[in-house]
């Protein structure tokens, strides 16, 4: 065995979960990141956990706001998820860039794209620093999904995103 790098060893552990967090911008409009560090943190209450890095644009949102939807991608959002990956909300409208079919979610005033296999409605119960980043821990408030639709992962760190079965 040799030692090797975070980056090295999030791709030798994929496929990894695939999410993209919704938030609102302050001035109202959408925004979208994917985030693959994700995770359950508790059944009772339902909680989750997911990180971003310390200057995302997502997470000044979330933090600021203390509400977001979690949403699993689509297998139609291909594109449209590593492009939103390559590139920050603050300097840009990237729905405006590549615009996507949205839909609403009950209980939640923060739209989501319509390809989506499952979305959590969540509220920031705790951020804790985590090295560059900060790893928000959030009350599911509402869980909807669509188990006739394929959901994305992330291959080979961000290399690749792609259902599970093609990895």
Request: charged residues 20%; negative net charge.
């Amino acid at each position: 065995m040799k030692e090797i790098n975070i980056g090295q060893a999030t791709a030798i552990t994929s496929p990894d979960p695939l999410m993209l967090v919704c938030t609102t911008k302050e001035n109202g409009s959408l925004n979208m990141a994917p985030v693959s560090f994700f995770m359950y943190s508790s059944f009772n209450p339902p909680m989750l956990a997911f990180a971003l890095g310390k200057t995302a644009n997502s997470g000044d949102n979330i933090r600021r706001t203390g509400k977001a939807v979690l949403v699993a991608p689509g297998i139609s959002l291909r594109d449209v998820v590593m492009s939103y990956g390559s590139s920050t909300g603050s300097q840009k409208d990237k729905l405006k860039e590549i615009p996507i079919t949205l839909q609403n979610v009950e209980g939640s005033d923060i739209q989501i794209p319509e390809d989506v296999r499952i979305a959590f409605v969540v509220s920031l119960e705790q951020t804790i620093e985590s090295g560059d980043h900060y790893l928000y821990l959030c009350n599911i408030e509402k869980m909807v999904a669509d188990e006739s639709k394929e959901a994305l992962f992330a291959w080979e760190g961000y290399a690749k995103v792609a259902p599970a079965k093609e990895g």
